[in-house]
């Protein structure tokens, strides 16, 4: 038996004959107690990498309620794809650092973000010289492109298959 979804229940709700419990779609799964009214706008900002800090003021909850929510969400994903692919697509609350050589001293490696340029785009320090840059102008005079490693993941998690009794 069905019920239509209302303001206490957002979620159509389903019962079961037997035991006459009721439950929705979300039921046994790890996004089971989230509130469903900020679920599809939290998906969203799952691939955007933005701060958890970022998230939380859009969505109007806490910090804590993003890093559970996106805990819950990549150990779901986990469940239903054990590969990682769609885990690994999970870009919330990660931050990267730049590598490129810096088009003033010519060292190669990790720079850092120092704000802004005027058009916009992120400006970068290098750590070496103290010379500050735009992304554009360092892939223009070094002739390659910012790789960004992830040195930071807040939610990374993995499912452990196997329990030890030791």
């Known amino acids: 038996m069905q019920q239509k979804p209302h303001g206490c229940h957002p979620l159509p709700r389903f019962a079961c004959r037997t035991c006459k419990q009721s439950f929705n779609r979300v039921a046994g ?3 089971f107690r989230l509130r469903a009214a900020k679920l599809p706008l939290f998906i969203r900002l799952l691939s955007q990498q933005i701060p958890y800090k970022e998230a939380a003021r859009r969505l109007g909850v806490s910090i804590d309620a993003i890093q559970n929510w996106a805990k819950k ?3 779901w994903l986990l469940q ?6 769609w885990e690994k697509k999970v870009r919330l609350g990660i931050k990267a650092r730049p590598h490129i050589r810096c088009p003033r001293c010519g060292v190669d490696g990790e720079k850092h973000f120092v704000g802004y340029m005027p058009t916009g785009e992120r400006r970068l320090c290098c750590p070496a010289c103290g010379t500050a840059f735009g992304i554009s102008d360092a892939e223009s005079l070094a002739r390659e492109t910012v790789r960004l490693e992830v040195f930071h993941d807040p939610g990374k998690v993995t499912l452990d298959t196997e329990t030890s009794d030791s």
């Open 29 to 31: 799964t790890p996004l």
């Open 73 to 75: 969400f990549r150990i």
């Open 80 to 85: 239903l794809d054990p590969t990682g692919k």
